[in-house]
């Protein structure tokens, strides 16, 4: 019998898992991957940051994942609230939750509902274009913009606030953001972390990009920079990205009117302003076995704008086990949440690792699986799900819809760009369907 298997989330990890399942299984696998939106790839395409086209090209290896003929894209589908986890495990003889991790964790200090704070899945949603964010107010009138957090998400932001409209036009960021930079008034920005330049988790690529800005100078504190001769202890990799960090510091202050300050060493404590963001309070901290420990000493940052750098939860889904304390789906090592139920991805193991890194965790639960002996049943699978959602009146969308909203945006660029994303649903459902 035709093996079922439902995958929900049409991102990499999703994609990675139907991957796995085609070669595991070849033409003895039916596999619906079910997504909230009419346009598939997830973090590809919301996550990535535009000015990065090569890294969206993998986008090419999950279309072809996708036109076998044995695997489909079920888009405008929401799991809670179109069908259930229950339903859908009566559909399919397994079922994948590759959901990602799409919420923005707290920062959990006062002031951090103050208009002028955003998350980063939020900001970076908003200049991507994704429908959840399209709208965000994102205020650039003060000179001052502050980023928490010591990784790749946190350079990105700061680069895009940093960079000439110019240097983004050819990108596929949103026009409303780019209408926004035009008028910016942002000249500082401060990249926040708890501790120091050895424990940043930059990527050489990302950190080495910022020597490069046509009108922005990368800033470090020479006093934050621990003796050279410790680079030695480093990674390789790692000591390349901090050798990035080591020239900013010792760069004389040149003409750019844009500053991007690296505030090693600063711990968050408040957000303050009068009804919106006006600074972020900090304080100093030291390394103590490797961790920041607050000395008392505090320092304002003038800032109208906020963004938290600092992490991602998976959101929950009713019928489905889900820790508070991890933010995802608590599962063994390859990926079990019940009999049947699997996970793969961010929603497995947090948001951690680069898009590659899911691949691995999509063939461990394909593997899973096997193990558990997870073979065709009979059970109505795809055509089940059809009846199920056409008697509800869900106007669910193809993989041919997809290609539609793809030509429509590829055909409303500006000049030089690769697209324009589409961000109202309604408005790729009439393009699709």
Partial sequence: ?????????AGPAGYYTAEAAQKKWGADVRIDIIDRLPSPYGLIRAGVAPDHQSIKAVTKRYEATNLAPNTRLVGNVMVGRDVAIDELLSLYDAVVLSVGAPLDKPIGIPGDDLPGVVGSAAFVGWYNGHPDHAGLAVDLSHHGAAIIGNGNVAIDCARILAKTVDELS???IANHTLAALATSAVRDVHIIGRRGPHQASFTT?????????????????????????????????????????????????????????FEFFRRPVAVEGADKAQRLIVETTRLEDGRAVGTGELHAIPCGLVIACIGYRTEAIAGVNWSDALGRFPTDDAGRIAPGLYASGWARRGPSGTIGTNRPDGFS???????????????????????????RGVNCTDFAGWQKIDAAEV????????????????KMLQIAL
């Fill in 1 to 9: 019998m035709t093996l079922s298997i439902a995958i929900i989330g």
């Fill in 365 to 391: 639960v394909i593997d899973a699986m096997v193990a558990d002996g997870v073979t065709g049943s009979g059970k109505a699978g795809p055509a089940g799900l059809d009846v199920l959602l056409a008697a």
């Fill in 205 to 261: 690529k990302e950190a080495g990009e910022l020597g490069h800005l046509t009108r922005a100078q990368a800033i470090v504190k020479p006093g934050d920079l621990p003796p050279e001769a410790e680079d030695a202890a480093l990674e390789p990799g790692h000591r390349k990205m901090v050798t990035h960090l080591r020239s900013f510091a010792g760069q004389p202050r040149g003409d750019k009117p844009v500053t991007i300050n």
């Fill in 411 to 426: 055909a409303q660029a500006r000049t030089g760009a690769p697209r324009e994303k589409i961000s109202d649903i309604a």
């Fill in 170 to 172: 050819g990108t596929d």
